[in-house]
Every structure is written in structure tokens, then in C-alpha cells.
T-cell receptor, first 111, second 113 residues
Framework: KQEVTQIPAALSVPEGENLVLNCSFTDSAIYNLQWFRQDPGKGLTSLLLIQSSQREQTSGRLNASLDKSSGRSTLYIAASQPGDSATYLCAAYTGRRALTFGSGTRLQVQP | DVKVTQSSRYLVKRTGEKVFLECVQDMDHENMFWYRQDPGLGLRLIYFSYDVKMKEKGDIPEGYSVSREKKERFSLILESASTNQTSMYLC????????????FGQGTRLTVV
């Protein structure tokens, strides 16, 4: 059974810092890995989808990488802003039973 | 843009009531999902559907049922609501295929009193 772990569980940084969020998964036979953002009390917003054949994806200040062999993905946020404060979730898709989610990293960017 | 719309943002129901949570997507996606999200437990899959009238149990189906009579609509039913079903419920949809993106609704915060 796929298990997804996110480290750290919470992170507080000053505005302007570059930061890395980590996601690891136990079953490397994934089809894709997706990163989401969740604001308090809201649904999930898709940020980036990395297909199994890709090593990274970029959208604006966000860059996500995927290393299937080591079972890891990272989300890099450049020049963090207070508006980036949210919970970030990664989810792995193995084609068997929808997405398997990590427990998330709660990010606070201090102005 | 893909839009997944859940019928209510907040609901308060009494114990024992039959509760319907509705979800509609506008992108002709084959797959639809219901998750619940609880502090410390993350997102857990309740049911999913890969076609009209088709459904499969997720990890925590007990106390729930689903209905998918039309491709765009996926309903979650709490047969007899209980306080331990107080939670955030999230609906999602995705196209069929290995490398496709899932999209979520805004969530329904259900409180059972």
C-alpha cells in the first residue's frame, strides 16, 4: 500500500526566503505526483502535476521535482511571500485507487 | 478552467438525519471522488466512481453511500448521520488516464449535532 510522508509538518520563514518542501512515497511505481495548496477551511488548489516520465515542472515561482527511484519529490518556492502561507499537500497516483495524500506542510511566511 | 462545485460550504445536521452532499463537475471527467479530511488524519478516500452508475469503495466507506446517475454529478449520502461524521468533505474529479490532473471542489464543512 502506498504511503506518502511530508516533512516538515510546519514551517515558518521570513518573507523573501527560498524554501523546499519534501514529499516521500513508498511505492515508486507511480503514474504521477501532484502538489496542491489548501487555504484554511477551503478546498485544494492544484499547483503542479509531474508525470512519471518527467523530472520537474515549473509554474512561476514554484518548481517541483520528482525522483522516482528514491521515492521523493520536492516543491521549491522562490522568494516566498506572505500570500504563500497555506498548507501544501502532495499526492501520488498509482492508478489503483485514486490519489494517496501526504499529511501536508503548513507554511507561514512572516512579513 | 475546470470547475468542481459542491452544493454547500457549510451544513449543520442532526444525528440520525439522512444527508446528501452534491458535487458537480463541468469538464466531462470520467472519474469522481469523495474524501473526508480530519485534523491529524489527512485526506481519506470514502468512495470513487469511474463511470456513470459505477462506484468503488475507498478506505472508509462505512456509514456512507454514493450515487452517480449522470456523468457530471456525484452524490455522497450519509444514511443516518452521526457525530463522528462531522468533518470537511471534499469532492474531486479527473479524466481517465495515467497522467491526468485531479481537481477539487471548495469543500463542505459538515457538523452533526
Amino acid at each position: 500500500k502506498q504511503e506518502v510522508t511530508q516533512i516538515p509538518a510546519a514551517l515558518s520563514v521570513p518573507e523573501g526566503e527560498n524554501l523546499v518542501l519534501n514529499c516521500s512515497f513508498t511505492d515508486s511505481a507511480i503514474y504521477n505526483l501532484q502538489w496542491f495548496r489548501q487555504d484554511p477551511g477551503k478546498g485544494l488548489t492544484s499547483l503542479l502535476l509531474i508525470q512519471s516520465s518527467q523530472r520537474e515542472q515549473t509554474s512561476g515561482r514554484l518548481n517541483a521535482s520528482l525522483d522516482k527511484s528514491s521515492g521523493r519529490s520536492t516543491l521549491y518556492i522562490a522568494a516566498s511571500q506572505p500570500g504563500d502561507s497555506a498548507t501544501y499537500l502532495c499526492a501520488a497516483y498509482t492508478g489503483r485507487r485514486a490519489l494517496t495524500f501526504g499529511s501536508g506542510t503548513r507554511l507561514q511566511v512572516q512579513p | 478552467d475546470v470547475k468542481v462545485t459542491q452544493s454547500s460550504r457549510y451544513l449543520v445536521k442532526r444525528t440520525g438525519e439522512k444527508v446528501f452532499l452534491e458535487c458537480v463537475q463541468d469538464m466531462d471527467h470520467e472519474n469522481m471522488f469523495w474524501y473526508r479530511q480530519d485534523p491529524g488524519l489527512g485526506l481519506r478516500l470514502i468512495y470513487f466512481s469511474y463511470d456513470v452508475k459505477m462506484k468503488e469503495k475507498g478506505d472508509i466507506p462505512e456509514g456512507y453511500s454514493v450515487s452517480r446517475e449522470k456523468k457530471e454529478r456525484f452524490s455522497l449520502i450519509l444514511e443516518s448521520a452521526s457525530t463522528n461524521q462531522t468533518s470537511m468533505y471534499l469532492c474531486a474529479s479527473s479524466p481517465t488516464g495515467a497522467n491526468t490532473e485531479a481537481f477539487f471542489g471548495q469543500g463542505t464543512r459538515l457538523t452533526v449535532v
